[in-house]
């Protein structure tokens, strides 16, 4: 374990650090920064029904909300409640500026690899299917990167990221209604397996029906305790700015720490450059495939500005934040100083909804790519079953154990995903120039797939007949 800490210390502060900085800058500045100049257009396409032909893309049925959903389910998990609260404590209130700093560039990466999804998506059986395995496949023709990618992802998603999301929901369950952490992670391994195995329509419904309803009552809560301590604000603003930059050394600790925690705890909550939201956005029934990098930008608004946002304020509002509880525990206490014993039961059923909802999200990252590698139904079923056993270990685990497997998951998986995004781009560049002129003519943006003659675009052509 000391082994693979060291490895992913050394990868995160000399390669993924710089990599996600500087992609992050190279896409803004040639996207003429599109997750600002476009927000208006994100927010007018998040609701808006399928308008692609019908007869162009046969029987699938993913909305772009859907997507969206599902896609935000696995950004919305614990690293908005336990991630948050661990940043602040290793890395002090300054981490929270570098996770804003991180998520309003992030958001132009995040546009990049879902528009790339999209492009580059395969019909399936009940659905479009896709992510950066496809783009290295059929757009980079490199068959041997995507199956690269796909087993990190697998490893990162599939099996090691569940068990951050079950180990944070098992230790909130048990503390708070004294049940053996191990009798809570079978119960929750069983649910899990329920909804797997229903498949993807099943998860696109359970994500669009709980994502929204998890996130408003989170942020409602978190509005009604800023408006309570309205008069604290300034203070805890200056706070962050100020240890942002190391000026507040006592609270903050060293600047380098805020800024890795921010950097580290802000891409594992919104994903941004990591390569698992592009595998939501591709099964999404839309017209063009920048509408789909447009709502995948906003989710990284929605995830880091808004809901992790809510999370930092309610613990530094609460001043507990340097009394050495970490993670779930530094948040529920945070809770319960703001509105008593009803903030910790809150806290549970927000832990369940968030933990619970990116655990079904994540299995469908981990099934798309198994599905690249192998058409076999006997591999999907099995990796159906791991990913039961894994959401089970979680309750067996502690939490540092799990974010030390989990932080070198997302190391090589950011660093192989902005390799080939970063090769493909002139594809996103001159997708959204086509977006952009169609909407200059009046028109509602529709992809032409003739645009690239030179591209493998199955996706976008009519579906084969034994599909």
């Known amino acids: 374990m000391e082994f693979f800490n060291t490895l992913s210390d050394w990868l995160w502060t000399y390669v993924v650090i710089t990599m996600l900085v500087g992609c992050a800058l190279y896409f803004t500045w040639n996207l003429k920064a599109v997750q600002f100049m476009m927000l208006p257009t994100m927010l007018k396409n998040l609701f808006r029904p399928s308008d692609q032909p019908i007869e162009s893309i046969g029987r699938h049925k993913i909305s772009s909300f859907q997507a969206f959903a599902i896609s935000l389910s696995s950004r919305v998990g614990t690293g908005n409640l336990a991630g948050v609260a661990s940043a602040i404590f290793v890395g002090g209130p300054g981490a929270v500026f570098w996770m804003w700093v991180m998520a309003l560039l992030g958001a132009a990466t995040a546009f990049m690899e879902a528009t790339l999804a999209q492009l580059f998506k395969r019909h399936g059986k009940d659905s479009f299917y896709g992510g950066p395995a496809y783009y290295m496949k059929y757009g980079l023709k490199q068959p041997w990167m995507g199956i690269l990618f796909a087993f990190l992802i697998i490893y990162g998603f599939g099996l090691a990221n569940q068990l951050v999301q079950s180990n944070t929901l098992c230790d909130a369950l048990s503390s708070t209604f004294h049940i053996p952490m191990h009798y809570v992670a079978g119960g929750l391994a069983l649910m899990t397996l329920a909804i797997i195995?229903?498949?993807?329509?099943?998860?696109?419904?359970?994500?669009?029906?709980?994502?929204?309803?998890?996130?408003?009552?989170?942020?409602?809560?978190?509005?009604?305790?800023?408006?309570?301590?309205?008069?604290?604000?300034?203070?805890?603003?200056?706070?962050?700015?100020?240890?942002?930059?190391?000026?507040?050394?006592?609270?903050?600790?060293?600047?380098?720490?805020?800024?890795?925690?921010?950097?580290?705890?802000?891409?594992?909550?919104?994903e941004a450059g990591e390569g698992s939201a592009p595998n939501a956005a591709a099964t999404a029934t839309i017209a063009h495939p920048v509408t789909q990098g447009l709502l995948q930008s906003l989710g990284v608004f929605t995830d880091t500005l808004v809901i992790c946002t809510c999370t930092a304020f309610i613990i530094l509002l609460s001043g507990l934040y340097d009394q050495g509880t970490d993670g779930i525990i530094l948040t529920g206490h945070a809770m319960e100083h703001h509105l008593g014993s009803f903030g910790g039961w809150f806290l549970m059923a927000a832990i369940f909804l968030f933990a619970y909802s990116t655990i079904i999200a994540n299995y469908f990252y981990g099934e798309t790519n198994i599905r690249y590698i192998t058409g076999k139904s006997w591999a999907v079923t099995l990796f159906r079953l791991l990913s039961g056993v894994m959401v089970l270990l979680g309750g067996f685990m502690t939490l540092q154990q799990a974010w030390g497997i989990v932080d070198l998951a997302m190391a090589l998986m950011t660093i192989t995903n902005l390799i080939a995004v970063l090769l493909l781009s002139r594809y996103a560049f001159r997708l959204l120039k086509d977006f952009k002129e169609q909407k200059k003519q009046g028109k509602e943006p529709v992809f032409n797939p003739d645009l690239f003659p030179e591209a493998d675009l199955e996706g976008w052509r009519e579906a084969p007949k034994n599909k």
Request: with cysteine; hydrophobic share 60%; charged share 10%.
């Open 197 to 270: 195995f229903g498949g993807i329509q099943r998860i696109a419904r359970f994500c669009a029906m709980v994502v929204p309803f998890m996130a408003f009552g989170y942020i409602l809560l978190a509005l009604y305790i800023l408006v309570v301590n309205v008069t604290q604000i300034p203070t805890m603003l200056s706070l962050i700015v100020r240890s942002a930059f190391g000026w507040e050394q006592a609270a903050g600790g060293a600047v380098g720490i805020a800024i890795m925690q921010g950097v580290k705890r802000g891409l594992f909550s919104n």
